[in-house]
């Protein structure tokens, strides 16, 4: 089993900084890709960005250039560093872990991110 805890959401203007982090405990080993993924209410929940084991990224088209995805191997942790925010990135966040060996998802909490004047 894998548990993870997403943290670093808020209240940011709109050209503002957030990075969110999703701290991974439990078995560590298992996990293959992490994926951040946002949802607003009505609507589906939509991928972000992933990052690889080997640390290959992937991101949605509307956040290249302004997001960036990176992971911690030592301290188990995933990063989403969000710059230029814009009121559209206004969602609850959530991280994915896939387990490479069943290939199921863990999934966290969400945090709230709130891009606002």
């Known amino acids: 089993q894998v548990q993870l805890v997403e943290s670093g959401g808020g209240l940011v203007q709109p050209g503002g900084s957030l990075r969110l982090s999703c701290a991974a405990a439990g078995s560590i080993f298992r996990i293959d890709t992490v994926g951040w993924y946002r949802q607003t209410p009505g609507k589906q929940r939509e991928l972000v960005a992933t990052?690889?084991?080997?640390?290959?990224?992937n991101y949605q088209d509307s956040v290249k250039g302004r997001f960036t995805i990176s992971r911690d191997n030592v301290k188990n942790t995933v990063y989403l560093q969000m710059n230029s925010l814009k009121p559209e990135d206004t969602a609850v966040y959530y991280c994915?872990?896939?387990?490479?060996?069943?290939?199921?998802?863990?999934w966290g909490q969400g945090t709230q991110v709130t891009v606002s004047s």
């Open positions: 994915k872990a896939v387990d490479r060996y069943s290939g199921l998802d863990y």
């Open positions: 990052i690889t084991r080997g640390g290959s990224t």
